[in-house]
C-alpha cells in the first residue's frame, strides 16, 4: 500500500458515513490534486469508493462530486490498514537489525 | 474578493488544458469536477489571506495539469505501471517546465530589483534623459491600467506615482544638465526631492498593501 492510499483510507475510515469532496480530501491527507485525483479513479475503478454528484446549498454554485467508501472498500481499507499497522508492529519488535560490521583489516 | 476573476480565469485555463489530455469518456465530468473546486478553494477562509488562497487554487490547477500529463489513463482506474522511456521524458519535461515557472518567478524579482537598484545609480550618476523619459512613461501606461476598474489597485497607483515622480525629477535634471540651465546643483537637489516625494509615495504603496493584507485576515477570522 503506497502511502497516499493509507492516508485516504485512514480519512475515510475516520468517518465511513461522509461523504467528501475532492478539496476537503486534499486538505485532510495534504495530498496534491495531480495525486489525490488518480487515486480516487482507482479505487472508483476497484468499486472500493462511490461518487455522486450533489449541488451545494448556496445559489450560483456549481454541483461537486462527493466521495463515500462502499461497503467493500470499507472492508478492504480496514483489512488493509490493520496488516499494515501488523507489519509496521513485527518490525519494530525485530528492531533496526544488526549489522555486522567487517572486522578491521589489522584485526585479521 | 480582488484578483478572482483573473485568478479564476486562470486557473480554468489550466484545469481544461488538463482535462484535454484525459480520455474522452471521462474528460467533461473531470473537467466539471475540477471546476467546481476552484471557487471553493478561493473562498476557503481557513487557508488564510486571499494572495495565500489564489496561490492554493492556481497550485491545484497545476497540480491536475501535471498528474494528467504524466498519467492520463490512471484517472480511469489504470495503474501507474513501470518507468518507460517515454514517461521518464515525460517527467523530464513537467520538471523543466516547473523550474522554468520558478526561474521566471525568482528572475521577476531580480529585475524588480535591478530595476530600483538602475534608478538609485541614474540617481546618484547623472540622470540620462532616455531613461528619465522612459520611466515616467512606462509608469504613466502602469498608472493608466491600474485605474481600470477591474484591476484597480491604490497600492500599484501610488507606486506608478512615486516612479512618475521620479522619473520627472531626473527628466528636468537630465534636461538642465545637456542644456547647460543654472547651476547642476540646484538640478541635482531638485531630482533628490523628487526621489525623496517617490519614497514617501512607496511608503503609502506600503501601507495600503498592509492594509488590503490586515483586512483579509479580519474577514478571515471573523466567519
Redesign the interface.
Known amino acids: 500500500m503506497t502511502a497516499p492510499l493509507e492516508r485516504v483510507f485512514r480519512i475515510f475510515l475516520d468517518d465511513p458515513a461522509a461523504r467528501r469532496?475532492?478539496?476537503d480530501l486534499?486538505?485532510a491527507a495534504g495530498l496534491?490534486?495531480?495525486?489525490l485525483?488518480?487515486l480516487l479513479?482507482?479505487l472508483?475503478?476497484?468499486r472500493l469508493v462511490s461518487s455522486a454528484w450533489e449541488t451545494p446549498g448556496r445559489d450560483g454554485?456549481?454541483?461537486?462530486?462527493y466521495y463515500q467508501l462502499t461497503g467493500e472498500g470499507i472492508e478492504v481499507a480496514r483489512l488493509e490498514l490493520a496488516q499494515l499497522s501488523a507489519r509496521r508492529s513485527a518490525q519494530g519488535q525485530r528492531g533496526p537489525g544488526r549489522r555486522v560490521r567487517p572486522a578491521p583489516a589489522d584485526a585479521r | 474578493m480582488r484578483g478572482e476573476r483573473p485568478a479564476l480565469r486562470a486557473g480554468e485555463l489550466l484545469v481544461s488544458l488538463a482535462s484535454r489530455r484525459l480520455p474522452p469518456g471521462i474528460r467533461q465530468e473531470r473537467c466539471q469536477e475540477w471546476l467546481a473546486e476552484l471557487p471553493v478553494i478561493l473562498r476557503d477562509r481557513d487557508a488564510g489571506p486571499a494572495p495565500v488562497r489564489i496561490i492554493r487554487m492556481l497550485a491545484f490547477a497545476a497540480d491536475t495539469l501535471r498528474g494528467t500529463a504524466l498519467a492520463p489513463q490512471t484517472y480511469h482506474g489504470a495503474h501507474r505501471g513501470r518507468s518507460t522511456t517515454a514517461k521518464d521524458i515525460r517527467w523530464l519535461g513537467t520538471g523543466l517546465l516547473l523550474l522554468g515557472l520558478l526561474g521566471l518567478l525568482l528572475g521577476g524579482g531580480l529585475f524588480m530589483l535591478a530595476y530600483e537598484g538602475s534608478i538609485v545609480h541614474q540617481l546618484a550618476t547623472a540622470p540620462t534623459l532616455t531613461f528619465s523619459v522612459t520611466l515616467v512613461l512606462v509608469n504613466l501606461v502602469l498608472f493608466a491600467v491600474a485605474c481600470i476598474p477591474g484591476w484597480s489597485s491604490p497600492g500599484w497607483r501610488w507606486w506608478c506615482m512615486s516612479r512618475i515622480v521620479d522619473g520627472l525629477g531626473m527628466c528636468i535634471r537630465a534636461i538642465a544638465g545637456t542644456s547647460g540651465w543654472g547651476h547642476p546643483l540646484l538640478f541635482a537637489i531638485i531630482s533628490y526631492c523628487g526621489y525623496a516625494i517617490s519614497l514617501a509615495c512607496i511608503g503609502m504603496a506600503v501601507i495600503h498593501a498592509v492594509r488590503y493584507i490586515s483586512r483579509t485576515r479580519h474577514v478571515g477570522q471573523g466567519r
Open positions: 469532496y475532492g478539496y486534499m486538505k496534491p490534486s495531480g495525486t485525483y488518480p479513479g482507482r472508483e475503478a476497484q454554485e456549481r454541483p461537486r462530486r
